[in-house]
């Protein structure tokens, strides 16, 4: 069993969208938070065995998020 941490965000039209920073390229997106909950395992799940069946596999730690301000 492995934990991953999982960024949710919310689009202009309210779609919910998840990543997990720690597998590039691991996203999703759903209407609701119970259904994006269910997809992203899917995903997590899907990318973990793609990776295996390559022999690829590294790990990362999750150490944070920040927000950064810039002047635009």
Do not use: W
């Amino acid at each position: 069993m492995r934990e991953f941490t999982v960024i949710i965000e919310q689009d202009e039209d309210g779609i919910y969208i998840a990543s997990v920073p720690e597998l590039s390229g691991c996203h999703t997106q759903a209407e609701t938070l119970d259904e994006l909950n269910k997809r992203i395992k899917e995903a997590i799940e899907l990318y973990l065995e793609v990776k295996a069946d390559k022999g690829e596999e590294k790990h990362l730690d999750f150490i944070g998020i920040q927000q950064v301000k810039v002047e635009v």
